[in-house]
């Protein structure tokens, strides 16, 4: 027996075809190849992406080495894979063609240094591991801060903010379990990174509960340099 197809169904079906390709056109003007993947030739700023830098639309299979680097866009929003992790409050990013590649600073926060390496600061490895857990190998969202007046700090690294896939940002979740402290720099976030650093030191998370055992009267700002000791031009981190 012919099962007949309700046509309400059928126009479901279709308006949900035409919002996916609506949505589809809307990140992408160029045309696509047939992996989903162009070249970006139009309004490549706006969608933070380079001139001809080689881009994708979701989730892509191929093996391709330049196409498992390239930066994805997924709901207008692009995220663009994590190469290495450097520190724990620094990582690299593929960042245009040929696999070239951009160090990223987190914004608004601070972790123990990790060099000189024969005497690396208290929690310096355990933050670094973190950052790596969290990030290594995914795909990245970079966001700048609506107050932030510098895009890249003396070193030449960029000054952003780091969110997953599911709105995590890594930022704040470093702080929460006590890898990393709030950097004072003028930040939408600095009073809330502030509130949470309080939180992890409360409970003792993290570098808080095994950094500041020993001495007695050891302030707990003492893994790092004063207030203003490591700080320069506004927005630059160390």
């Not at 700023?45 to 892509?60: P, Q, S």
């Not at 997924?74 to 063609?97: K, P």
């Not at 700090?153 to 709105?167: A, C, E, P, S, T």
Request: hydrophobic share 35%.
């Amino acid at each position: 027996m012919r099962i007949k197809t309700p046509v309400t169904t059928i126009a479901a079906v279709s308006a949900i075809l035409i919002l996916l390709f609506s949505v589809v056109a809307l990140a992408s003007p160029e045309k696509l190849d047939k992996w989903g993947c162009a070249k970006c030739t139009a309004n490549c700023e706006k969608r933070e992406l380079l001139n001809n830098e080689y881009f994708c639309i979701g989730t892509v299979s191929a093996q391709s080495q330049n196409i498992q680097i390239a930066p994805r866009i997924y709901s207008d929003q692009l995220y663009r894979r994590v190469a290495s992790v450097i520190d724990g409050d620094t990582l690299v990013v593929y960042y245009g063609t040929n696999g070239r590649k951009e160090k990223v600073r987190l914004l608004g926060i601070d972790t123990p240094e990790t060099s000189p390496k024969e005497n690396p600061q208290c929690y310096s490895t355990q933050a670094t591991q973190q950052l790596n857990s969290l990030t290594f190998n995914k795909f990245v969202a970079l966001k700048k801060d609506k107050l932030q007046k510098e895009d890249k700090d003396k070193y030449g690294r960029l000054l952003r903010y780091i969110v997953l896939f599911d709105n995590t940002t890594v930022n704040e979740e470093l702080i929460k379990g006590g890898y990393a402290k709030a950097y004072p720099v003028l930040t939408t976030t600095v009073e809330k990174y502030k509130g949470l650093e309080n939180d992890a030191k409360a409970k003792n998370l993290g570098m808080w509960g095994e950094c500041f055992k020993e001495k007695k009267n050891q302030k707990a700002t003492g893994i790092f340099p004063q207030k203003g000791e490591r700080v320069g031009v506004l927005g630059e981190h160390a």
